[in-house]
């Protein structure tokens, strides 16, 4: 397996994303083990895009529980029905929060925390995990990054 990522320096986010993509393909395609490969998707995520927070909350006991992660300590559980997690579990859809001050129902694991986008992790049609970004810049998050994500996250919901 290759141990070093290739990320193209001076471009746009789109064509990091691009590049990362086959790297993480070809990197979990050589692994079986489901929370090794987690590691390495935010390893890569954190090292391309050096993002504030990145992690998994994978869907255990009837909840979302923090799962492999980059960043500051963070909160353990999140129950469905809250957070902008909990919104995007039962939305299944992405979610782009541009100021994390304005969605009333955000859960500030981070004082630093200003943006945030959250990616749902589907396997067989359910929900099975999400995917977390913050940022500590307002606005921070783009059509590009939700393209960008969302593919990533197709190939992570095989590997469930
Ligand atoms: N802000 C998230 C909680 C997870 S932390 O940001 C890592 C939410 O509102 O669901």
Redesign the pocket.
Known sequence: MAETLIIPQNSTKTEKYNAIIPQIKAITDAETDLIANLANVVAILKETFNFF?V?FYMVKENQLVLAPFQGTL??TR?PFHK????ACYRSRATLIVPN?DEFAD????SSA?KS?IVVPVLSKNEVVAVL?V?SDVLDDFDEADKEGLEKIIEIVGKLF
């Not at 957070?83 to 909990?86: A, F, H, I, N, Q």
């Not at 955000?106 to 694991?109: G, V």
Request: with cysteine; glycine share 16%.
């Open positions: 927070w992690g963070a909160c999140i957070g902008v997690c909990g994390v955000h859960i500030a694991c925390s945030e977390d913050d």
